[in-house]
């Protein structure tokens, strides 16, 4: 008899079977030479290397937004665009400073409107952050305080100029208190916030080593809230120029207000030009003043995601 002949199969499948619809190969999917097992096809992460501005070209940047705006005030005042009785060109502006400046009254003005804002801004402050941190610590303060001071926080500070009038009649009292409630409220709600978003760990930490109340804040809430406060105050010190032109507007007999409003009366727009500038170089220089104490402050902070990129 002769045995059986025996083949190997491959399990699953049977001699002379065709491959399953779906499972022919695909052409050019073979694995190109020499990558069989390694990772040589795959791309290779490089992450950004970031390279500092250099101060210079900083400066070149930003100066650029201010010059084409000057530029075209410029070329607008020679093509006859802009006529001396709707906006008066820069080289009539400029004479306007030279001459205020010369005669003494911008440097007074000047001196006067600070003054104004600078004790206004200051009151703002400690009222802000006094309330901040009372309702923002405290539950009781919370409970207390946040609702009406939210409340009183949606009312416009302009409308109230009428009703200090009458409070406080048309002298000095007026005016500064008003830059005070508009610089209150931003301070305010910056402070609670930060101050809610503080480590709660921390402070039961800090309780547990036997530090009083006004030490945790002292050492642990306000440190750990110092971005929130440096934001207030770099909204309150805005403010603070907005409410000062708001306030002049009292009856002022001093101030870049009132040579404003003496400006108006003679229409000379070179010296009301001059008194716009100097409110936004106010503004300005509160801005850069708050960026200089973040880096102070906080010099860990960058601009941003793509702060250092060129």
């Given at each position: 008899?002769?045995?059986p002949?025996?083949?190997?199969?491959?399990?699953?499948?049977?001699?002379?079977?065709?491959?399953?619809?779906?499972?022919?190969?695909v052409p050019?999917t073979?694995?190109?030479?020499?990558t069989?097992?390694?990772?040589a096809?795959l791309?290779?992460?490089?992450?950004?290397?970031?390279r500092?501005?250099?101060?210079?070209?900083?400066?070149?940047v930003?100066?650029l937004?201010?010059?084409?705006?000057?530029?075209?005030?410029?070329?607008?005042?020679a093509?006859?665009?802009?006529?001396?009785?709707?906006?008066?060109?820069?080289?009539?502006?400029?004479?306007?400073?030279?001459?205020?400046?010369?005669?003494?009254?911008?440097?007074?003005a000047?001196?006067?409107?600070?003054?104004r804002?600078?004790v206004?801004l200051?009151i703002g402050?400690?009222a802000?952050?006094?309330?901040?941190?009372?309702?923002?610590?405290t539950?009781?303060g919370?409970?207390?305080?946040?609702?009406?001071?939210?409340?009183?926080?949606?009312?416009?500070?302009?409308?109230?100029v009428?009703?200090?009038m009458?409070?406080?009649?048309?002298n000095?009292?007026?005016?500064?208190?008003?830059?005070?409630?508009?610089?209150?409220?931003?301070?305010?709600?910056?402070?609670?916030?930060?101050?809610?978003?503080?480590?709660?760990?921390?402070?039961?930490?800090?309780?547990s080593?036997g530090?009083?109340?006004?030490?945790?804040?002292?050492?642990?809430?306000?440190p750990?809230?110092?971005?929130?406060?440096?934001?207030?105050?770099?909204?309150?010190m805005?403010?603070?120029?907005?409410?000062l032109?708001a306030?002049?507007?009292?009856?002022?007999?001093?101030?870049?207000?009132?040579?404003?409003?003496q400006?108006?009366?003679?229409?000379?727009?070179?010296?009301?030009?001059?008194?716009?500038?100097?409110?936004?170089?106010?503004?300005?220089?509160?801005?850069?003043?708050?960026?200089?104490?973040?880096r102070?402050?906080?010099?860990?902070r960058?601009?941003?995601p793509?702060?250092?990129?060129?």
């Amino acid at each position: 008899m002769t045995a059986p002949v025996t083949t190997e199969e491959t399990p699953g499948e049977s001699p002379g079977a065709e491959p399953a619809p779906g499972t022919e190969a695909v052409p050019g999917t073979e694995p190109a030479p020499g990558t069989e097992g390694d990772t040589a096809g795959l791309v290779v992460p490089r992450p950004p290397v970031h390279r500092p501005r250099s101060r210079t070209y900083s400066l070149t940047v930003r100066a650029l937004g201010p010059v084409a705006l000057l530029a075209l005030w410029w070329a607008s005042s020679a093509t006859g665009l802009l006529t001396p009785d709707v906006l008066a060109s820069p080289a009539q502006v400029v004479g306007a400073v030279s001459e205020l400046w010369g005669n003494g009254q911008l440097s007074d003005a000047l001196a006067t409107s600070l003054t104004r804002s600078g004790v206004g801004l200051v009151i703002g402050l400690a009222a802000g952050l006094t309330l901040g941190i009372t309702t923002g610590f405290t539950r009781l303060g919370d409970e207390l305080l946040d609702s009406s001071l939210q409340t009183l926080r949606t009312i416009p500070f302009l409308s109230l100029v009428p009703l200090f009038m009458v409070w406080f009649g048309i002298n000095e009292t007026a005016k500064i208190l008003l830059i005070a409630v508009a610089t209150t409220f931003p301070m305010y709600v910056s402070t609670t916030g930060g101050v809610r978003n503080t480590d709660r760990k921390l402070v039961e930490a800090m309780r547990s080593f036997g530090l009083g109340r006004l030490a945790i804040v002292r050492q642990v809430v306000l440190p750990g809230a110092l971005p929130s406060l440096l934001a207030g105050l770099r909204l309150s010190m805005t403010l603070s120029v907005i409410a000062l032109i708001a306030a002049e507007e009292i009856n002022a007999t001093a101030g870049i207000g009132y040579l404003m409003s003496q400006a108006q009366s003679y229409a000379r727009t070179d010296v009301l030009a001059v008194c716009i500038l100097v409110y936004g170089l106010l503004g300005l220089t509160a801005d850069v003043l708050v960026r200089g104490l973040e880096r102070v402050l906080m010099p860990w902070r960058t601009a941003g995601p793509g702060g250092g990129a060129r």
